[in-house]
């Protein structure tokens, strides 16, 4: 079972910086895959960015350039370092990890940003 604790959610004002952080309760050597998922209201929930254990990193579209994921492994927690905040990127931001065939999810941060 890997526990996952988020935080580092808030307000900002469009165009400003927050990161989001995800500890895990595992070493972060035995999770395949870790990422971001947000889910604004009324939307179904989307794949922000993932990094896998070798490091690989993978982004949606609408964040390229502005959002950058990655894991200090002393800390076995993953960072999502979110510039350039725009109003359509207000969501709650879960983290995510892939161990084995298994899915875990954080509880959620709130990202609001306002225009």
């Known amino acids: 079972q890997v526990q996952l604790v988020e935080s580092g959610g808030g307000l900002v004002q469009s165009g400003g910086s927050l990161r989001l952080s995800c500890a895990t309760s595992e070493i972060i050597f035995s999770i395949n895959v870790m990422g971001w998922y947000r889910q604004a209201p009324g939307k179904e929930r989307e794949l922000v960015a993932t990094?896998?254990?070798?490091?690989?990193?993978a982004y949606a579209d609408s964040v390229k350039a502005r959002f950058t994921i990655s894991k200090d492994i002393a800390k076995n927690t993953v960072y999502l370092q979110m510039n350039n905040l725009k109003p359509e990127d207000t969501a709650v931001y879960y983290c995510?990890?892939?161990?084995?065939?298994?899915?875990?999810w954080g509880q959620g941060a709130q990202v609001t940003v306002s225009s």
């Open positions: 995510y990890a892939r161990r084995w065939q298994y899915d875990y």
């Open positions: 990094i896998s254990n070798s490091d690989a990193t």
